[in-house]
């Protein structure tokens, strides 16, 4: 009986070893290739709370409603830079101003930089309101295909949260007048009877190049009868219809049709998008390997990474394939994580990195032209050489040092403005994410249009945002209950039973050996119960040899 429940309690301890162990029996398909029909169906490496058939796309799945409605509070932080000194800028000369400048307790006060009053093109702005809003998103329109695939629509919602700001949306800012700069680079090469046209306009309608709106305004959109105007005679110049603003198509709209694999016939293939708006790829950009939609919609990705892993995702923001790189590994509230980040190529240009040239025409390395896929109309070489808009790290880190030389008040460094994601390697969810860029516009002074002044030519900053969530709350509390707690119990655990295994196999031995020697003792004969006539077994030669002899005469 002893025997059987050793037999049970070391067979238990097996299969807990291999429960835990997720090393080579694991016969998970490699990235890239075809996965078995077998994959589909059978558990091969099962990790604590979940299995290869729990990450799948699928309803019957248990992070199938997480997929659905991402219980991770997000939350936009959107910086403003406050240009200090408009009207030196038209004039093209170096200021001395004051600026505002971040203390270390995070709060906003007043320096001074001095200047010397020399040189041209040299800017002064500084971040003087910063706007912080949660973040809701949910999908839509959710669709099983018959190819292994899901299509949905993702909406994202805005609501403002005045506690976690530093300022109020009524908040009055000083920033360049997107229409009227961009409008008038867009017609540099333009005959010049245009230009005094274009000239006029701006100033019958009040146009200047710099202009003080409120946060709200900027960010949600204002009535601009500029726009109207250029939507009359050049309706394909602006995306924008109706209202002007920074973020008024983002607030309650989608980011796109997205289709990804699920998983279910081809878990090789999980998360990765198939198509976004019905295509394979864009052609916003000059080469193929540009156009390509790579990586997955940005939310989560496939199980099982290691730090040779990558995490590809396809921004609609950004219109274009991102990649990031692992930095190292780390601890997000008990739960061990990868962190990757974006790579020093991201967006540098061709002459830095040759596979960005598909995105060129460039100007420094470290900023991008988005105004192609922005600007539908921008489709000849020399237009897209001046087009506007370009992308950015925050305080152009990780870009050529002139670009953030040219504007005062600009300080890149990698712990404030760096992006990156904390992925759980072992299931491929985000547990900690923080995404940071720039929005810059490139001005001038065009000639015939007067309202550029003497604008020297810059790249100038119009505001960072950055999404952030973490994991918080039940969530997190269960997923450290299924990732670290169980595993560490289970961990224990083999190593309880098994020295409980030892200790009952013990017993009976030192039970059996105790009782075997009173019982040895009682069974052997004494002497003393033995016949005197009798030799003993224990009577020793001499006595019987004495026996024998005569008896003495003293005797």
């Not at 093209?92 to 093109?121: M, N, S, T, Y």
């Not at 019958?204 to 709106?213: I, K, P, S, V, Y």
């Not at 596979?355 to 489709?379: A, D, H, Y």
């Not at 550029?452 to 505001?463: A, F, M, R, S, W």
């Amino acid at each position: 009986m002893n025997f059987c429940v050793v037999c049970v309690l070391a067979v238990i301890t097996w299969l807990t070893r291999r429960r835990l162990s997720c090393s080579p029996p694991c016969q998970h398909p490699p990235r890239g290739s075809a996965a078995p029909a077998s994959v589909t169906r059978v558990e091969l490496c099962p990790f604590p709370g979940a299995s290869l058939l729990n990450v799948r796309i699928d309803p019957n799945s248990i992070s199938f409603n997480m997929w659905k409605e991402i219980p991770v509070p997000f939350y936009l932080s959107v910086y403003f830079f406050d240009i200090v000194n408009p009207s030196e800028i038209l004039q093209g000369r170096k200021p001395q101003e004051h600026i505002w400048e971040e203390a270390d307790e995070g709060r906003w006060e007043l320096g001074k930089v001095e200047g010397d009053g020399l040189g041209f093109g040299v800017l002064t702005a500084a971040v003087a309101r910063q706007q912080e809003d949660r973040e809701f998103r949910h999908k839509s329109n959710i669709t099983f295909n018959d190819n292994d695939t899901v299509s949905f629509l993702e909406y994202r919602s805005y609501q403002f949260q005045p506690h976690k700001s530093r300022g109020l949306e009524s908040d009055y800012i000083v920033m360049p007048n997107i229409l009227v700069l961009a409008a008038a680079l867009m017609m540099e090469n333009g005959p010049i009877s245009l230009k005094l046209i274009m000239t006029l306009a701006f100033s019958t309608l009040g146009e200047r190049a710099f202009m003080n709106r409120t946060v709200s305004e900027i960010m949600w959109g204002y009535e601009d009868p500029l726009l109207h105007l250029i939507n009359k005679y050049f309706p394909s110049m602006f995306p924008f219809k109706g209202k002007f603003g920074l973020f008024a198509e983002l607030n309650n709209s989608n980011s796109g049709l997205f289709t990804v694999f699920t998983g279910v016939q081809n878990f090789s293939r999980i998360h990765l998008v198939d198509k976004w708006n019905g295509v394979s790829k864009v052609n916003f950009w000059h080469s193929d390997q540009c156009n390509m939609i790579n990586g997955t919609s940005g939310q989560m990705w496939a199980p099982f990474m290691t730090p040779e892993s990558s995490l590809e995702f396809y921004s609609p923001d950004a219109c274009r394939s991102m990649k990031l790189v692992y930095k190292e590994e780390g601890v997000f509230e008990g739960i061990p994580t990868f962190r990757f980040v974006a790579p020093n190529t991201l967006f540098a240009n061709g002459t830095v990195y040759p596979p960005n040239e598909g995105f060129c025409p460039c100007m420094e390395s470290g900023i991008q032209n988005v105004s192609t896929c922005r600007f539908n109309q921008l489709r000849g070489e020399k237009e897209q050489r001046d087009a506007p808009l370009f992308l950015s790290h925050p305080h152009f880190y990780n870009a050529d040092p002139v670009l953030a030389e040219a504007v005062s008040g600009l300080h890149p460094n990698p712990e404030e403005h760096s992006l990156f994601l904390d992925i759980h390697p072992v299931t491929g969810i985000p547990m900690n994410c923080s995404v940071k860029l720039q929005l810059n516009l490139y001005i001038k002074s065009v000639k015939g249009i007067g309202q550029t002044g003497k604008i020297e030519p810059v790249v100038l900053p119009l505001l960072w945002f950055g999404e952030s969530g973490a994991m918080e709350g039940e969530t997190l509390q269960t997923f450290y209950t299924q990732l670290v707690l169980m595993p560490k119990v289970l961990h224990y655990a083999q190593y309880v039973l098994l020295a409980l295994g030892c200790v009952l196999l013990l017993i009976p031995v030192i039970y059996q050996i105790r009782n075997q020697g009173p019982k040895d003792a009682e069974s052997q004969p004494g002497l003393a119960t033995q016949p005197d006539g009798l030799p003993s077994p224990y009577t020793p030669l001499l006595q019987d040899s004495l026996r024998g002899q005569p008896t003495s005469p003293k005797a």
